[in-house]
């Protein structure tokens, strides 16, 4: 027997009482039969919906025009952190037609989490009716588009801690009709795929940060060595990486647009027993500036179509940087700059061979 058996089904009425929106463009109304909300540019949260573990159902429909069009779960109060899926209808049958994401601190990360556990490639129906249905259970989910009894993709892991929110559909750039809320409070509901493999990471590899306080981007512009003043300004936090390797470095710092401070240092210690000259591999989003001992030794730009007018800037291991380590303590400064998609940093040593990661 399983534990739906004894949920409650709750379905919420397409009617503007029962919704809090906040949208440029919105309208209760009926579309192909069903009472929807045509929802662009904004988002819907459903009043008085509070959901940890359960099954979130619901039907979208969009045209084929590029759009980001969605649902956030377990969305906490202060509405700048949940878990996120939204269809892409723009790249229907590509890898990328759809994207599981956390929001941290008000910044989706779909140019750090992509691929395998993200996403999955689907031919949309446009202008009709589909189905989308999440089952999540503690840090385990599978998302499912029109197929019922077989889910689209499981995430290898939902990115925030497990915790109790409200639900929220989005849509962006165009406008996507929603219809057929419905939810269900499930302690532990089944999954029914079997959790994705891990793989180990690499010898080398950086598994723990320390993170700097926010501030310009702009104050390092000139600085091909780092002084003593903006050295002496930040405060520093503990970030551990997750299971790939990766630091999303929004769970330490949120961006401030409107100041913009849009920048941190993440930083380790190298301690190395001899003079040496040692390889490390780099992935990071957006932009990043690589400090050997104060000095500078590398920029670069890893951002949206920074490359070519079709580069997504998904953080890979796709630049090198050569450390000239000193014998004794080196410290090693990455200051990461963000616009949007994702902030982050991922790093490997080619080898350990006579230095300590501290």
Request: charged share 20%.
């Amino acid at each position: 027997m399983t534990y739906t058996a004894y949920a409650q089904n709750i379905t919420v009425p397409m009617q503007a009482t029962h919704w809090t929106v906040k949208a440029n463009e919105s309208t209760f109304t009926t579309y192909r039969g069903k009472p929807s909300l045509y929802l662009k540019n904004g988002s819907a949260t459903p009043n008085n919906v509070d959901l940890k573990n359960g099954i979130i159902e619901f039907d979208i429909a969009f045209s084929q025009k590029r759009q980001f069009s969605g649902v956030h779960f377990r969305l906490q109060p202060d509405l700048i952190n949940s878990e996120e899926f939204y269809l892409r209808p723009h790249q229907s049958g590509n890898p990328d037609a759809n994207q599981y994401t956390p929001v941290v601190n008000g910044l989706a990360g779909w140019q750090l989490y992509y691929g395998k556990g993200h996403s999955k490639a689907f031919k949309y129906k446009f202008d009709e009716w589909m189905h989308v249905k999440i089952i999540f259970v503690d840090d385990q989910a599978e998302f499912y588009v029109e197929d019922m009894n077989q889910p689209l993709f499981r995430a290898y892991e939902l990115k925030h801690s497990p915790r109790s929110g409200a639900i929220a559909f989005s849509s962006s750039l165009q406008g996507a009709y929603f219809a057929n809320l419905s939810y269900q409070k499930i302690a532990q509901p089944q999954l029914k795929s079997t959790p994705l493999k891990r793989k180990p990471l690499a010898k080398g590899t950086i598994t723990q940060w320390q993170v700097s306080s926010i501030f310009a981007e702009s104050s390092l512009e000139n600085e091909y060595r780092l002084s003593a003043s903006l050295k002496s300004s930040l405060q520093w936090k503990k970030l551990p990486t997750e299971f790939t390797g990766l630091a999303n470095l929004a769970r330490i710092n949120k961006i401030n647009k409107k100041q913009k401070l849009n920048t941190a240092f993440a930083r380790v210690v190298i301690e190395s027993d001899r003079a040496q000259i040692k390889k490390l591999d780099l992935g990071y989003s957006d932009r990043i500036r690589v400090y050997c001992n104060d000095q500078l030794m590398y920029s670069g730009s890893n951002r949206f179509r920074s490359r070519d007018y079709r580069y997504l800037g998904t953080i890979g291991y796709f630049d090198t940087v050569y450390l000239p380590l000193k014998k004794g303590k080196n410290e090693i400064w990455m200051a990461v700059s963000e616009n949007f998609g994702g902030w982050g940093i991922q790093a490997k040593l080619s080898n350990l061979d006579g230095i300590k990661v501290e």
